[in-house]
């Protein structure tokens, strides 16, 4: 119950943050649409994979009156500061293992030895275009798509409205009060779901985890919910079994069954409320999946 709250405060945090990047285009949003767009889109992320990922930003801009292409910029922009936020947690979990002195096993070994290196790169690939589009929006603009004029006129015209649009979302951080307000809904998300995780890892008497212990597991298992398949998963239930029996010794049975309820809570346990959501405003799911596709051409 306690870890059901945890995870649907979740989607409150993710529905005030998306205000506050709301706010240079409109000045008092509804925290209702935001919410209720939030819950459908994260039931249509579960249901259609990725290609749900643009469910909400289409409904936030049918419901707020702004353009959609501002809201798609506003998606990415939460996020980088979700996968800021993950990669902070994974730095935690490098640096506990390395003075731990933890035994890791062959798997989990060969993905620290890629993926460190990496998601530093991608790190300061993030904040370098964060810090360019906040202090040197348009400067930035025009140098990525000077760039980009190789690509087809059809192609380059599209990138070049992302672009543009990208400048636009990015509004709200020039304001420090704002920017303040992203990082401390960012953070407050990500203590909810440690919240919830580790509601879960004391309801499991085969798992003895601390709360730390609960950040390394999460710090890892973050990175695996970016390959989700529609449906069933993906990503995060191998990254949580890989975790929990190289890293902590977990029998594989209860790492299995562990991480199929991870995946229920921070998946699937909202899909019954955005059903009901969605047949409250009269949305029907077959539109809502053509939507997705209509939005990403």
């Not at 695996?224 to 529609?230: C, S």
């Amino acid at each position: 119950m306690l870890a059901t709250l945890a995870i649907f405060g979740t989607y409150f945090g993710r529905a005030l943050r998306w205000g506050v990047m709301l706010r240079p285009l409109k000045s008092q949003p509804s925290v209702r649409n935001l919410l209720s767009a939030t819950v459908i889109g994260f039931t249509a992320i579960t249901l259609f994979g990725r290609p749900g990922e643009l469910v909400r930003p289409y409904l936030i801009a049918k419901k707020e009156g702004v353009p959609v292409s501002s809201q798609l910029a506003t998606l990415l922009l939460e996020r980088m500061f979700d996968l800021l936020m993950a990669l902070l947690l994974f730095g935690f979990a490098l640096a506990r293992i390395n003075a731990s002195g933890m035994a890791v096993g062959p798997t989990l070994s060969a993905v620290l030895a890629v993926g460190g290196k990496f998601l530093g790169l991608v790190g300061l690939v993030l904040l370098a275009v964060l810090l360019s589009f906040r202090h040197f929006a348009e400067p930035a603009r025009r140098r990525i798509t000077d760039a980009l004029r190789f690509l087809p006129e059809p192609h380059f015209s599209r990138a070049a409205k992302v672009v543009g649009a990208l400048v636009q979302g990015v509004e709200s951080t020039r304001s420090d009060a704002a920017l303040l307000m992203v990082f401390v809904y960012s953070a407050a998300e990500w203590v909810l779901i440690l919240a919830c995780y580790w509601c879960l890892v004391n309801s499991f008497i085969a798992i003895n985890l601390t709360v730390v212990d609960v950040m390394v597991f999460l710090g890892f298992v973050s990175f695996g919910a970016i390959f989700q398949l529609p449906g069933i998963g993906g990503g995060i239930q191998v990254a949580s079994v890989i975790v929990l029996t190289e890293l902590f010794g977990t029998r594989l049975e209860v790492a299995t069954t562990f991480a199929f309820l991870v995946w229920i809570m921070t998946f699937v346990v909202v899909v019954p409320a955005g059903v009901v959501v969605a047949l409250r405003e009269g949305l029907e799911w077959h539109n809502l999946r053509q939507i997705g596709r209509e939005v990403a051409l």
